[in-house]
């Protein structure tokens, strides 16, 4: 992974975050309320997969730097 990589999994994650806010604020009807709920899940499960990126690859730089 380099810089390009953290930059466009960052911007995901805040992409992300940014549908959440606006989601948490929409009052829906039953069947689109299932759906939301549906992808929360699947974009926690996501926002999950993209810490751990985040951390594998800030570790794995910061033991390259302190080599």
Do not use: C, G, W
């Not at 899940?41 to 794995?60: G, K, M, N, P, V």
């Amino acid at each position: 992974m380099n810089a390009e990589t953290l930059v466009k999994l960052i911007e995901e994650m805040m992409d992300l975050k940014v549908q959440q806010y606006a989601e948490s604020h929409l009052k829906p009807n039953p069947e689109v309320a299932r759906l939301l709920h549906e992808k929360r899940e699947t974009d926690r499960r996501r926002l999950e997969q993209i810490r751990a990126e985040l951390a594998r690859l800030i570790s794995s730089k910061l033991l390259f730097v302190a080599a």
